[in-house]
T-cell receptor
Framework: DSGVTQTPKHLITATGQRVTLRCSPR?????VYWYQQSLDQGLQFLIQ???????AKGNILERFSAQQFPDLHSELNLSSLELGDSALYFC?????????????FGPGTRLTVL | LAKTTQPISMDSYEGQEVNITCSHN???????ITWYQQFPSQGPRFIIQ???TKVTNEVASLFIPADRKSSTLSLPRVSLSDTAVYYC??????????????FGQGTRLTINP
């Protein structure tokens, strides 16, 4: 158990819909990361937040957005969903986000878009 | 952005030592090398991290030559439970306090009885 929690575990929805994935970091961690893992794309970094502020951006689509709240939990919002958005979405957290930090990953949310 | 290259797959047997090598020719001066392990449908798990020479922990060793253009993860006496995908990552620091890890395709390690 990494200490990072993600809800829900599974999500099934239809194309065009909007969903919100939630992540609670390990106690004391200030930085949160989001990753997408699909069969054909591997594990892709989406975005990083540090203490409520966006710090690094990866291959995140404009239809996706994220935020980190004052209590440090984070939400990833996916809108206008397409079939290709079906994937495992992982959240990770680390202490500060330095390049020597270990990232602790949550169990993931499996999103299926029908 | 330092790209990494690893073998797509490897096979070994229980009790053997397994070495997985990763190439990262354009690694930057302030980049660290980190290895993660991932089991199916689970999030990656940190194994080991190093900057140069050799690092050892209770799980693995990491060998990094002086030029840092490659690294080798060594798993001693593997067991069936070591069957997983192993990712070599080179951290790309964009700004202070930011970390953008780039996961490649990883190495799918299969341990046979």
């Amino acid at each position: 158990d990494s200490g990072v929690t993600q809800t829900p575990k599974h999500l099934i929805t239809a194309t065009g819909q909007r969903v919100t994935l939630r992540c609670s970091p390990r106690s004391g961690d200030l930085s949160v990361y989001w990753y997408q893992q699909s069969l054909d794309q591997g594990l892709q970094f989406l975005i990083q937040y540090y203490n409520g502020e966006e710090r690094a951006k990866g291959n995140i689509l404009e239809r996706f957005s994220a935020q980190q709240f004052p209590d440090l939990h984070s939400e990833l919002n996916l809108s206008s969903l397409e079939l290709g958005d079906s994937a495992l979405y992982f959240c990770a957290s680390s202490v500060v986000g330095a390049n020597t930090d270990t990232q602790y990953f949550g169990p993931g949310t499996r999103l299926t878009v029908l | 952005l330092a790209k990494t290259t690893q073998p797509i797959s490897m096979d070994s047997y229980e009790g053997q030592e397994v070495n997985i090598t990763c190439s990262h020719n354009n690694i930057a001066t302030n980049d660290y090398i980190t290895w993660y392990q991932q089991f199916p449908s689970q999030g990656p798990r940190f194994i080991i991290q190093g900057y140069k020479t050799k690092v050892t922990n209770e799980v693995a060793s990491l060998f990094i030559p002086a030029d840092r253009k490659s690294s080798t993860l060594s798993l001693p006496r593997v067991s069936l439970s070591d069957t997983a995908v192993y990712y070599c990552l080179v951290g790309d620091v964009i700004i202070q306090g930011a970390q953008k890890l780039v996961f490649g395709q990883g190495t799918r390690l299969t341990i046979n009885p």
